[in-house]
């Protein structure tokens, strides 16, 4: 079983940054990918951005040229830092994990922009 733990989320003003943390552990066997994907109220989960295990990123067009995505392979610790925070980021964030044909996913953490 694998266990992601998510760290970072809070309450920030419009404009301001904040930097989600995701750590992995467990029975891991290959990571293939970890990203984020956010769920706002009465909307369905998006992705946000992912990472593959060779570095290539992937963002939602909502988060691009403000969001980056890094990632510790050594730490099996996945980053999402988040600049220029619109009210519209305003959501549930949830890491996300594909090790060989599984997929995990952490218990989420709220970030809310606002004034």
């Known amino acids: 079983q694998v266990q992601l733990v998510e760290s970072g989320g809070g309450l920030v003003q419009p404009g301001g940054s904040l930097r989600l943390s995701c750590a992995a552990s467990?029975?891991?066997?290959?990571?293939?990918?970890m990203g984020w994907y956010h769920q706002a109220p009465g909307k369905e989960r998006e992705l946000v951005a992912v990472i593959t295990s060779g570095g290539s990123t992937n963002y939602a067009d909502s988060v691009k040229g403000r969001f980056t995505i890094s990632r510790d392979n050594a730490k099996n610790t996945v980053y999402l830092q988040m600049n220029s925070l619109k009210p519209e980021d305003t959501a549930v964030y949830y890491c996300?994990?594909?090790?060989?044909?599984?997929?995990?996913w952490g218990q989420g953490t709220q970030v809310t922009v606002s004034s």
């Open positions: 467990g029975s891991i066997f290959s990571i293939n990918a």
């Open positions: 996300y994990l594909e090790d060989g044909p599984y997929d995990y």
